[in-house]
């Protein structure tokens, strides 16, 4: 099936560093949406986007949805060892529409 | 907030035999339930779309007589993997939309199901 393309495919920080990861697409998409997974858990949303060009935060997150409609992406500020897991963007064409998954970042950050 | 409860977390079976994982929401309605899989280190490969009380759709390359979807009711949806196979070890997740929200997705916790 479809898939995004998320990079970096992992990455290995230091407490309190912010942290980019960018999702991209063949494909236009009119919602973006990222996710954290924790180990053994399902997805828990973290910031939902619907407007190309709109940057939206929550808490130390801020994400944007790129101009073109094929890209977004999560800065993760001042990290914290609870940010560890796997981060995965997720693409919808349109509202009750499924949702098509990144391949995802895995985030570890060492205190 | 809408939760939904996905049984079992853990299950190991024999080859040949079948298992049946539930997803239930729990404080709100779901007409429609998602069924993911998902290998190590992979991201969610969505298997089918469960609508209440209409077939499931499945997507290209799932074998919907091996994965039996049932949406009996707006609070529940059920996966029976049948005559499973050591391949067919995964974790398994369940997402809910919630009634009358395009955008509106909550996740199960998942199951991890072990062939042996």
């Known amino acids: 099936g479809q898939q995004l393309n998320q990079s970096p495919q992992s990455m290995f920080i230091q407490e309190g560093e912010d942290v980019s990861m960018n999702c991209t697409s063949s494909?236009?998409?009119?919602?973006w949406l990222w996710y954290k997974q924790d180990p053994g858990e399902g997805p828990v949303l973290l910031i939902a986007l619907y407007k190309a060009g709109e940057l939206t935060s929550n808490g130390r997150l801020t994400a944007q949805f790129g101009i073109t409609r094929k890209d977004s992406f999560l800065n993760i500020s001042a990290s914290i060892p609870s940010d560890v897991g796997i981060y995965f963007c997720a693409g919808q064409m349109g509202g009750f529409q499924k949702l098509v998954f990144g391949t995802g970042t895995r985030l570890l950050v060492s205190p | 907030g809408a939760v939904v409860s996905q049984h079992p977390s853990r299950v190991i079976c024999k080859s040949g035999t079948s298992v049946k994982i539930e997803c239930r929401s729990l404080?709100?309605?779901?007409?429609?339930m998602f069924w993911y899989r998902q290998f190590p280190k992979q991201s969610l490969m969505l298997m089918a779309t469960s609508n209440e009380g209409s077939k499931a759709t499945y997507e290209q390359g799932v074998e919907k007589d091996k994965f039996l979807i049932n949406h009996a009711s707006l609070t529940l949806s059920t996966l029976t993997v049948t005559s499973a196979h050591p391949e067919d070890s995964s974790f398994y997740i369940c997402?809910?939309?919630?009634?009358?929200?395009?955008?509106?997705?909550?996740f199960g916790s998942g199951t991890r199901l072990t062939v042996v």
């Open positions: 404080d709100f309605q779901a007409t429609t």
């Open positions: 997402s809910a939309r919630v009634q009358g929200d395009p955008y509106g997705y909550t």
């Open positions: 494909s236009i998409f009119n919602t």
